[in-house]
């Protein structure tokens, strides 16, 4: 699980073709490896990804062909920027929300426009997850956590301020960058809930009545 809080942006520094997937080797800028260990995870741009091998300044991760056609990062290239956040820990600051690193789909920003000292991003998503889209809920994008601003129909639209401009790829954003979202998963749980009457078939009869209230001290 991750907060969706972007500790540093990395580099793409080499895609390796292995056996019809890939491996990538991605530098880490100011990540902090010191408490990296073999096999532990890292979002790469919102993509839940595995340590294989690593150093102090760069990890390496296999991707398969799945991950490849489900994610941006079947289109990223050698020197590609990419949002990097380590796997939150019983210690960690919940700054944001919690994050699966699971990608639900891809999106597509559709314009970008100032607004003071902040940018707007219009941003379309694919037909099957702008359900679960809702002003004022949380999304991941590329694997950082933001307030959804408004929504019409597949369309949504998010503010960045600043800081989150500098310090994560999102700055790089132009009209037709595809981008990683991950919706929140309370929605998709409440989905879940309520298929095939789900509701209505949960136990609703409670124990709890005027008399069982007045014996336990209660008038």
Known sequence: MFTGIIQAIGTLSDLQ??????ALVVNTGKLDMSDVQLGDSIAVNGVCLTAVNFSASSFTADVSRETLSLTSLGDLSKGSPVNLEKALTLQTRLGGHL?????DGLGEVVARRNDGRSEWFNIKAPDGLAKY???KGSITIDGVSLTVNRVDGVHFEINIVPHTLQETVIGHYQSGTKINLEVDVIARYLERLLQQGGISEMNTTSNITESFLADNGYS
């Open 17 to 22: 073709p292995k056996g019809g997937d890939m």
């Open 99 to 103: 994050v699966s690193g699971h990608v």
């Open 133 to 135: 889209i809702a002003a």
